[in-house]
């Protein structure tokens, strides 16, 4: 009997290491929302710029009517000859016609970074139901910008809007409480770990969830 319980042991070892190896992080794309004025981009200014024929006006009405490049605070180009004029920066279509209106630029996504600072009862790194968040601790991101958050009630915090690059997450608890071990994690310095986020330039927002920071007290 004692011989099967350790064949048993040994059998389930594997696992046991493999499910705390586990990252307990997990990566998410969202489309970044495109607006209305970036679909539009240009299109507004080329309109009031443009000079509108109406009707059969005489010649003693051309001669009077007044040009709309030069009302108000439009701004618009007022060369003559051509086309019908309009919003600089375009590009002419070749013929000597309206100006197009410029590409609208392409969208650009940011990272965000969210998890929990908790109470690790059963020391396995992971937050469990029965486990509880740790409030007002301090959390630092470090990269090409560094940022400080506490977290919140439920032990939450959060990074977001960041650019491109390499960041490092880590906590700094009180005195008197002890971190549980995250496998393979880069080193906070004294005897702590965090997590590495790589936000890329892409045309998507990018959220890390689930960067959870277990402790227990001393």
Known sequence: MRGSIVVLALALTPFVSNAQARPHWARHETPVARHDDDRDHG???????????????????????????????????????????????????????????PPAPAPVGHTSVYGSVFFDLNQDGSLSADEVGLSGWTVVLSGPV???????????????????????????????????????????????????????????DVSYTGMDFGFISN
């Open 146 to 204: 560094s940022l400080t958050t506490t977290t919140d009630g439920s032990g939450g915090y959060s990074f977001s809007g960041l650019s491109a690059g390499t960041y490092l997450v880590c906590v700094v608890p009180p005195m008197g409480w002890t971190q549980t071990a995250l496998a393979n994690s880069p080193s906070c310095g004294s005897g702590l770990y965090g997590y590495t986020v790589v936000a890329e330039d892409l045309q998507v």
């Open 43 to 101: 299109k507004s200014d080329d309109k009031k710029c443009e000079d509108r024929q109406r009707g059969n006006p005489s010649q003693n009405g051309l001669a009077h009517r007044a040009d709309p490049r030069d009302r108000g605070n439009k701004d618009c180009s007022t060369q003559s000859g051509g086309g019908t004029g309009g919003s600089t920066g375009g590009t002419t279509d070749g013929s000597g016609g309206s100006t197009q209106p």
